[in-house]
């Protein structure tokens, strides 16, 4: 079984946190951070762990946020010196974002500082949310910057939806502050910052579908084939609902003399296995068509509603008259993102986001 995620954060991490700033800072009290940071921890949550950690550093360093951040910035790994790095940054972070705000420079270059040893896209946020206008000046020029961490903290920091951390609610309402860095950022020599652009336009998607659409209409005419890559990335959910600008921009029509049938070989299927179904779909057109094949999963809910999820399966061109059969299997087993409820569910087909068959099945929990 894979380890827990709060696991990231753990008691042996922190003594190595507080020996590094106990190296940079005369005084400090490494045994109450210790004590603070590891209280109880084993009863914590990934990002409750970050929060108490954040707050035993609160308690320990400087009450001036200055002194505090110059311990920090030196505590860092820096000219083959060892430091404070991976995961043990996130609560770092925090810390900058919690104390840092009436420092504005002084934070988001720390912020910067910390980046290429973690990441920072957490800690951004606030300032973004205090002073959008200040802090996407700063970030905008990030860009460009000769570190690829650094470029990419400049497209996942400012992503409307990022997982996991606080929404900027006004670049969900109006994301053009952000375009100019999404668009400086699309042919990144780095596909870690390429991906990074990807799925912040898919982030806005979800708000300005049309935008989106229009965006990559925009810069997939000349692409390279990783700028295509990152375009299509970009509009998945798009992809998936079938709009129809999206499709276009890819090649894909509106469905016209498609037809498809599906037979579900696992009618019930038990918790760990696999639900299989086969799918025949035939172009009954006198022309040829591209066609994006998807399936979405109805997973039940605790609530008895089903809630659908699509998976991209395969893209494929058909012939007038060509008919074509393929089979998928699909995991029903434990992960970290989905409680499984038992019941019935159902499969369904998309072909360029039009559903063209479906069907119901059991799933069975131990």
């Given amino acids: 079984m894979a380890e827990p995620l709060k696991n990231l954060l753990h008691p042996a ?47 320990t360093l400087p009450d001036d946020f200055e002194p505090a951040a110059a311990v920090l910035s030196a505590s860092l790994p ?18 900058v974002a919690q104390k840092g705000l009436g420092h504005f420079d002084l934070s988001l270059n720390l912020l910067k500082q910390l980046t290429p040893h973690f990441t920072a896209e957490f800690g951004i946020r606030p300032f973004i949310l205090a002073e959008q206008d200040r802090a996407l000046a700063t970030i905008g020029a990030w860009a460009t910057d000769s570190n690829h961490h650094v470029r990419r903290l400049a497209s996942e920091g400012t992503r409307p ?15 053009a502050p952000i375009l100019p860095i999404l668009t400086a950022l699309l042919d990144d020599p780095e596909e870690y910052v390429r991906r990074s652009v990807a799925n912040s336009l898919n982030d806005i998607a979800k708000d300005h579908p049309d935008l989106v659409a229009e965006f990559v209409g925009r810069h997939i005419a000349t692409a390279s084939s990783e700028r295509r890559q990152l375009l299509r990335h970009a509009s998945r959910t798009l992809l998936k609902k079938g709009h129809t600008a999206a499709l276009s921009n890819f090649g894909f029509a509106p469905i016209s003399g498609i037809g498809a049938t599906m037979e579900i070989q696992t009618l019930h299927v038990d918790f760990g296995n696999a639900l299989a179904f086969t799918l025949t779909i035939v172009n009954q057109g006198s022309a040829p068509q591209q066609v994006m094949i998807d399936y979405a999963i109805h997973h039940r809910k605790a609530n008895g509603s089903l809630a659908p999820k699509v998976f991209k399966w395969k893209s494929l061109v058909l012939a007038p008259g060509e008919t074509s059969t393929m089979t998928r299997q699909h995991a029903m087993r434990a992960i970290t993102t989905r409680q499984y409820y038992p019941g019935g569910h159902r499969v369904e087909i998309l072909v360029n986001g039009t559903v063209l068959a479906g069907g119901d099945f059991q799933l069975v929990m131990p």
């Avoid at 106990?22 to 990002?47: K, P, S, Y």
């Avoid at 939806?161 to 994301?175: G, N, S, T, V």
């Fill in 13 to 59: 991490l922190v003594e190595t946190v507080a020996a590094h700033i106990a190296a940079n800072a005369a005084g400090f009290d490494r045994a109450r951070f210790v004590d603070i940071a590891t209280r109880d921890m084993d009863q914590l949550e990934l990002m409750q762990r970050a929060l108490q950690i954040r707050d035993a550093l609160g308690d």
């Fill in 78 to 95: 820096q000219n083959g010196k060892p430091g404070i790095t991976g995961w043990a940054l996130l609560p770092v972070s925090q810390f």
């Fill in 161 to 175: 939806r990022l997982p996991w951390a606080i929404r900027l609610p006004a670049l969900m309402r109006d994301p």
